[in-house]
């Protein structure tokens, strides 16, 4: 494998591309309407950011910081990514199913560090979490995303599914077929694809997931458009009690129909006129004119 396609360039690259994509999205964050969730997708690129960046250190510092720390991190992103997907759709996920899968992911991953080093376990153990993390992804952006937006961001969901998918597999070739690995930096044909395959696929969902907040603008302004229509047009009203028909043919007084179509909401006061007409003694002490008008 030729030099410039090394586990450490590859890595390398990672962190550079996850700090433009944090920056961008920090800046769109700061400048545009979002929604709910998105802010767990902004940190989620800080954080895989910072995973590749102590993967590019590994053999330079501690492992505690380059294994332990960088598995803990790039799994953190996938998570946060996952959980920002479930908040977008308008699910309150809860946080104890994935402090638990966290805490039982990073006990093996210690063990398999300080314990009986085995990379090859780790390499299985992360491709494992990443994979589920992936998939379920993949569902949210299917299902719950998918029925709040009325239509499915393919960008997003086949890149989850085709990653998921990957993962599970390097697990699988791993764990049969894989020779022993002694130093992850030095590791085989499927470890640096597994980075371009990585590569790539950071690129795609954080773009999918830009794209989700602006499909979701799109369709609160759609929305919009709607009911401005709805209220510019020519309203049926009835010429004696003023209720207006709608589409299907029922009536409503003017207040709650104005009120389904709109953001108006609306209070009850009496103007001068009716306050003579059906009140005299009150407008006489009440409005000054009413009082000089009278014989």
């Keep these: 494998m030729a030099p410039s396609l090394d586990i450490r360039t590859l890595s390398f690259a990672a962190a550079v591309i996850a700090a433009i994509l944090f920056g961008y999205m920090s800046h769109m964050q700061l400048s ?41 991190l790039i799994i953190l992103a996938i998570m946060l990514v996952c959980r ?25 991953i210690c ?12 390499i299985i153990l992360f491709s494992l979490c990443d994979g589920y993390y992936a ?8 299902v719950e995303v998918a029925g709040l937006l009325r239509v499915r961001n393919w960008q997003l969901i086949a890149t989850m599914a085709g990653m998921g998918t990957f993962f599970l597999l390097r697990a699988v070739l ?19 694809i597994t980075f371009l395959v990585s590569f790539l696929a950071h690129i795609l969902i954080f773009t999918g997931l830009i794209f989700l907040n602006i499909q979701r603008l799109e369709l609160d302004l759609t929305t919009a458009q709607e009911e ?10 009835c010429a004696n009690c003023k209720r207006i028909r709608d589409d299907s043919g029922y009536w409503h007084q003017v207040e709650r129909y104005i009120a389904a179509h709109s953001q108006a909401e609306f209070t009850h006061g009496i103007c ?16 000054p004119e009413a009082a000089d008008s009278r014989p």
């Design 32 to 72: 545009r309407k979002t929604y709910p969730g998105f802010r767990h997708w902004t940190l989620a690129a800080l954080v895989s950011g910072t995973g590749s960046v102590l993967v590019t250190l590994r053999g330079l510092v501690p492992d505690l910081i380059s294994i332990v720390g960088a598995n803990f």
């Design 84 to 108: 920002g997907l479930a908040i977008f759709g308008g699910q309150r996920p809860k946080a104890w199913p994935d402090a638990g899968l966290m805490i039982v992911y990073m006990g093996l």
């Design 111 to 122: 063990w398999f560090t300080y314990g009986p080093a085995s990379v090859n376990w780790r």
């Design 135 to 142: 998939l379920r992804a993949a569902r949210l952006a299917a």
């Design 174 to 192: 791993t764990f049969l077929w894989e020779r022993q690995i002694t130093d992850f930096m030095d590791g085989g044909t499927l470890q640096v």
């Design 228 to 237: 401005v229509k709805v209220l510019g047009g020519l309203l049926p009203m």
């Design 272 to 287: 001068p006129q009716c306050l003579q007409e059906l009140y005299p003694e009150v407008a006489g002490k009440v409005l």
